[in-house]
């Protein structure tokens, strides 16, 4: 019998492999599930959008681990959400995001974090959580995250690994 996990960071139902193209399709596939689940707001999809051409969330994974893919943490204002989630999104091909430090520096990013956060308090606190995750957990840990082909295995990995 398998065990199960609680994290109330994350939700099964909320975990998504996606091929898309670009962030665009791929912003509107995952905010239009979202929004059949309940978790964000119908205007959730444009301020998402228009917050990452604004504020780009790239992270150039390289400087952690050369074999680690770039990330991305895409995330908007609290009132456009309902839940207070992580949620994991790997990406079937790489698409272009503009790197969060240097904005005019295009990565290529596999795998995003995206931050439903309805606590205006806790943004930057899921943000560093997410950032210690990838800095701390183990390289089996992370390839394991990073290879998974299903929802389940990256909520698996995520719920089991994640420190609140």
Do not use: C, W
């Amino acid at each position: 019998m398998a065990k199960t996990v609680e994290n109330d960071l994350f939700d099964a139902a909320l975990a998504f492999v996606e091929d898309g193209d670009d962030q665009d399709t791929v912003f509107k596939q995952v905010s239009d599930q979202l929004l059949v689940a309940g978790a964000v707001k119908p205007d959730f999809y444009e301020h998402l959008s228009e917050r990452e051409k604004n504020y780009p969330t790239g992270i150039d994974m390289s400087v952690v681990n050369a074999e680690y893919p770039n990330v991305a943490i895409p995330h908007t204002e609290g009132e456009f959400v309902n839940v207070r989630k992580i949620v994991p999104i790997r990406l079937k091909k790489p698409i272009e995001f503009a790197n969060m430090i240097a904005p005019d520096q295009k990565l290529k990013v596999s795998f995003l974090f995206m931050i439903l956060n309805n606590d205006p308090e806790g943004q930057a606190n899921v943000l560093a959580q997410i950032m210690d995750f990838l800095t701390t957990s183990s390289a089996e840990t992370l390839a394991k995250l990073f290879g998974a082909d299903d929802a389940a295995t990256i909520y698996n990995v995520l719920a089991t690994s994640f420190k609140k």
